[in-house]
């Protein structure tokens, strides 16, 4: 019934309250009675759940309904389905484009390293590093995109652009993580087997740094998941939302997406609905506390 007095409210000034109400079904004394009434408890948290959801949209177009969820709970209590009835309402719905494809050139005769990953899991940053490449589409040319990932964070630690596809493109982005985080020996590295990786100047570097080279199994798309599904989210979420003129253009969307939204904005699921730098100042703050329990 609320609805069909709110419908009378919205329509007042073009058509006859009279009118509508005999439209609707509705008594025209309830009606009035309905405007004169207070908003309840219940209606005013709706509507500050509907800003909520709106602002949380507004910030992160690519948000389906838990991320929401999760925005709208950081503020207040309410349950998902009751976000998911007013989304509904407000016609919010997640906007990203499913178009992704990876693709990797292993036709070479460099050796490649076995996996170290399959019975290791991290619990601490800078202890896995995970690395991909992928393309951008541009008026230009392609755009190549180099990353290094930490693999318990999930942080983009370290990237490089240009418009080749070459092992100095990698060689860029994993000397940028090195100059961001300094990692101890002993790190394990882990990519694909593409020629970028295996070539000899690259596993120079990692040699020289003390990391361990790991490398997915032939034909099993699965071992490098965790990279390629950063990917993943940068073109549904940013990628294939916009159109590049230049690879300038380009390079500036990319890293206001990944310094300024994935790093430190997006929520996770695998973090439990935080940010990778939320998830990791959290082990850092975890960890200082029991150093002082000592």
């Known amino acids: ?46 509507q500050a759940i509907r800003r909520a ?16 969820h999760a925005d709208v709970r950081a503020q207040m209590i309410c349950g998902r389905n009751r976000v998911r009835r007013l989304m509904r309402e407000l016609g919010v719905s997640s906007i990203r484009r ?11 005769t ?23 490449i992928t393309y951008i589409a541009t008026d230009e040319g392609w755009l190549y995109l180099a990353t290094v990932k930490d693999r318990f964070t999930r942080e983009v630690v370290g990237y490089s652009m240009g418009s080749r596809i070459t092992s100095e493109l990698t060689r ?10 300094k990692p101890s020996k002993g790190l394990i590295h882990h990519s694909d087997r593409g020629i970028q990786y295996c070539c000899n100047t690259y596993r120079e570097l990692l040699n020289t740094h003390g990391m361990r080279c790991s490398m997915s199994r032939k034909g099993n798309p699965y071992d490098n998941a965790v990279a390629e599904n950063f990917f993943s989210c940068l073109k549904c979420e940013m990628v294939y939302l916009e159109h590049f003129a ?14 300024g939204f994935y790093n430190r904005v997006r929520r996770h699921s695998a973090l439990g609905r935080i940010s990778p730098e939320q998830f990791r100042k959290n ?10 329990a000592l």
């Not at 082990?283 to 002082?292: Q, R, V």
Request: aromatic fraction near 10%; hydrophobic fraction near 40%.
């Open 246 to 259: 230049t690879r300038r253009d380009a390079e500036l969307s990319i890293f206001r997406y990944i310094e």
């Open 172 to 181: 860029l982005a994993l000397l940028n993580a090195i100059s961001r985080r």
């Open 98 to 108: 499913h178009k992704y494809k990876a693709t990797t050139n292993a036709r070479h």
């Open 1 to 46: 019934m609320k609805d069909k007095y709110a419908l009378i409210r919205n329509l007042g000034k073009q058509h006859s309250v009279r009118l509508l109400c005999s439209a609707l079904g509705v008594a025209r004394s309830a009606y009035y009675d309905w405007l004169k009434r207070k908003p309840s408890k219940r209606d005013i948290e709706d």
């Open 283 to 292: 082990w850092e703050a975890k960890l200082a506390l029991s150093f002082c």
């Open 110 to 132: 460099c050796a490649v390293a076995p996996n170290l990953l399959r019975d290791f899991t991290p619990t601490e940053p800078d202890r896995v590093w995970v690395c991909d």
């Open 53 to 68: 959801i709106l602002v949380s949209h507004a910030a992160a177009p690519c948000y389906g309904i838990d991320n929401i």
